[in-house]
């Protein structure tokens, strides 16, 4: 079987992205997809990057909106109910109570920042620090987010490339101990396809690059296959050869959602 599920997409309450979330649906029946669902950006209290996310109010809403859209395409396609979590250290309580209070299919955990105002982004613009003093706390994070046991998924496991900053040889014990300590907390990784379409990175590449995928493969990690859709025409994308990829690298089954339940299907 091709790839069958697309979890992570957005919709125009984050604030930069576009087009109706119908539109999302029909381009996934266009390309055959049998599983799919929203993940946009949560709120988060005190206005904490509110630049980039629908507000506290508007949560009932997204979600209300979602479940609509399952039910109206229900026997063509399932569309799940899903939120793309930003881990900030410190907003555990806040986080777990937000997921208490609605039927979530699954939870997709992501580092955005770097500090608890949410002000240092994962992937700076014209960043001029050390590979490090980058990936050193952005690492910390991501591993503490796996142990938290708030999400199903981890987003785009090295971001912090997007800054133009690589990460180098001396990275490289830091990430495959944080692959590790999310095989040990039994967290699924997605490979987030939107880096293909990000001009920022030096030759087109998914999160986690390739290498790094290989290595969670090794290690059990379950994974998945998501394009971080910011509007219609990306759901999907680069997926066939992802999917060829992944045959080739010997991935017989990606994970799949539902009501906060992982199970698998063959690929
Ligand atoms: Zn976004
Ligand atoms: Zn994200």
Known sequence: MPILCDYHWHTPLCQHATGPLEAYVERALGLGLREVGFSDHNPLPRGLGANVRMTEAELDGYVNRVLALQARYRGQIDVRLGLEMDY???????????????PWDYVIGSVHYLDAGCVQSAWPKKYIGTAPELYGPYLGLIRQLAASGLCDIIGHFDVPKRSGCRPTAAEADDITRTLQAIAQAGTCVEINTSGYRHPELPHPQPYPALPLVEQALALGIPLAVNSDAHAPEQVGLRFTEVDAWLRRHGCRQLARFAHRQRDYYAL
């Open 88 to 102: 900030v250290e410190g907003l555990e309580p806040y986080l777990t109570a937000q997921l208490a209070r609605y």
